[in-house]
């Protein structure tokens, strides 16, 4: 045991001391901030990709599928004309659809200019990605966040945070925390109610000594009674909001660039709307243009009291039995699997680690209640309109990347973005799908690269795909090639300028579909 006392100025600024104990296999941290927050912190197997906890460490991932031993499971078992299958062994497996259904997604590609751009650290080539801890933060009595860092050392880099999207967390950022890490200061978090950052703690108790020893440790939140610490709770946007603010400010200790896939898109834009001093710029991945469904108490108070129920805990008695009614339905390692189908546009993507890590999340106490309060939390004081409207008043720098195969958040979503801030460069990158920093991360982190060092020099140095004083403003398009796992890949992103519009776009699409009419009739 050692005590090690550092001004932490890779991470943050504020003074710490840190508790280390060593085992064999890990390196576990405990950080003792100066408001009572605590960070625990241990670093994650680059190969295997877990956390290297035991049950002891976090009583609460058990009996789930964890590698070895695990029985093999066919994610697709029923569907039609699939060979997929999820092996749960060593989960190196897993991809969704056939590789054959790749090249009809593929576009011409003979006359668009060539980009080479640098793949993924592969450590079968001898290279390294940049080392990950994972490490909870006690933001709150039995509220615990977790979240993942890489690239502290680089102290004189711009932080960056990464938000994740619904029913994932921050391994979901892993491609970038490794490849990122290198240049940058890199945070993951997974937000309250999702991922590892579900309570410690059943929120509710029973009121009945014969219902406790029937449903202990079995679901949490169902109980009658609310827990004194979570009172109020509910996992609605403006906690998430909030979360990321203090997480900013207590963990970080500076203004970031912040990143955020669908609802961390969406919750990106609501952070940087209500805190523009904390944000450097926002990029928005597919991010989804709406959330929740009951009217905000604040916005709409006498709307809001229509409502009986609005996400806190525990549960009513009807909501109960919808909620086992649906979660069974969801959990469900097929339904998880036919999800992760239609958000990725290649099918040839591996998958295995997600579909692991979402697994673990469903077998989690709280998981079931947990999804019924974020179901049924209110919507945010702002419309992703507003959101978007206060950064672009702000002066919030905005950068738009977009999947074009994305079947939730369709392209017409990014683009009514993109008209609304017209400066904001826009990429559509295909094939592509709901998650395009998964799916095609060697793009993605390019990409993000580029912007901030397009931020960083205050516009000196171009955009990426523009060459310099280039300026473009409808649109351009490229091909990205790169290579992964010793094959080369391609794919094709397309720039849009300040002046680009919808019309413009649909303008080009008729004139492009006619001329292949008129050449075909020739």
């Known amino acids: 045991m050692e005590v090690i006392s550092y001004s932490s100025p890779p991470c943050c600024n504020f003074k710490r001391r840190l508790l280390v104990k060593k085992h064999s296999t890990r390196q576990q941290v405990k950080i003792s901030l100066c408001k009572k927050h605590r960070i625990l912190c241990t670093r ?6 877990s956390l290297g906890f035991s049950n002891k460490d976090y009583p609460l991932l058990k009996n789930v599928y964890h590698g070895k031993g695990s029985r093999p499971f066919n994610a697709l078992e029923g569907s039609k004309n699939v060979e997929s299958k999820v092996f749960s062994g060593n989960y190196n497996g897993y991809v969704i659809g056939r590789e054959d259904e790749v090249g009809s997604m593929s576009e011409t590609r003979d006359s668009v200019t060539k980009v080479l751009i640098p793949g993924l650290p ?8 940049a080392p990950i801890s994972s490490c909870f933060w006690e933001w709150k009595p039995k509220l615990n966040v977790h979240y993942e860092k890489s690239g502290c050392e680089n ?34 978090i997974d937000f309250l109610g999702q991922g590892m950052s579900l309570p410690i703690e059943d929120p509710t108790s029973q009121s009945n000594e014969e219902t406790i020893s029937e449903t202990k440790d079995l679901v949490w939140g169902f109980g009658d009674e609310t827990e004194p610490w979570a009172s109020d709770l509910a996992y609605s946007m403006d906690l998430w909001r909030d979360q990321v603010r203090y997480f900013v400010e207590e963990v970080i200790g500076e203004p970031v660039y912040i990143v955020g896939n669908s609802l961390g898109g969406f919750v990106a834009l609501y952070f940087a709307a209500c805190n523009p001093q904390l944000v450097k710029g926002v990029t928005l991945l597919n991010a989804t243009p709406f959330w929740g469904f009951l009217p905000n ?52 993507t591996n998958v295995d680690k997600v579909f692991s890590r979402i697994l673990e999340t469903t077998q989690h106490p709280a998981a079931a209640a947990s999804f019924a309060s974020i179901m049924f939390a209110p919507q945010g004081e702002l419309s992703f309109r507003e959101a978007l409207s206060r950064c672009h008043m702000s002066n919030v720098p905005i950068c738009l990347m977009y999947g074009k195969e994305d079947p939730w958040v369709k392209p017409v979503w990014g683009l009514q973005v993109k008209k609304e801030v017209p400066d904001a460069p826009y990429y559509e990158i295909s094939p592509a799908g709901h998650c395009p920093h998964d799916e095609v991360p060697e793009v993605v982190n390019y990409l993000l690269r580029g912007w901030i060092k397009n931020q960083e020099s205050q516009g000196s140095v171009a955009l990426p795909l523009l060459d310099e004083m280039e300026n473009i403003q409808d649109s351009i398009t490229k091909n990205l090639e790169f290579v992964r796992e010793g094959s080369s890949k391609s794919v094709i992103v397309r720039f849009f300028g300040s002046r680009f519009s919808l019309w413009n776009r649909m303008e080009s699409y008729f004139k492009s579909r006619f001329g292949k009419l008129e050449t075909k009739s020739r």
């Open 297 to 348: 108490p604040i916005r709409s108070p006498r709307l809001a009291r229509i409502f009986s129920w609005s996400g806190t805990f525990p549960l009513p008695e009807s909501v109960r039995k919808l909620t086992e009614f649906v979660w069974q339905k969801i959990s469900d390692p097929e339904s998880i699997a036919d999800i992760l189908k239609q958000v990725y546009a290649d099918h040839s």
């Open 155 to 188: 102290v004189n880099s711009p932080p960056l945070l990464f938000l994740p999207g619904f029913g994932v967390g921050s391994f979901h950022y892993e491609k970038q925390l490794k490849d990122l890490g290198h240049d940058y200061r890199v945070w993951a």
């Open 44 to 49: 994650i197997n680059s190969r295997s990709g």
């Open 122 to 129: 592969e450590e079968s080539n001898g290279e390294r990605g």
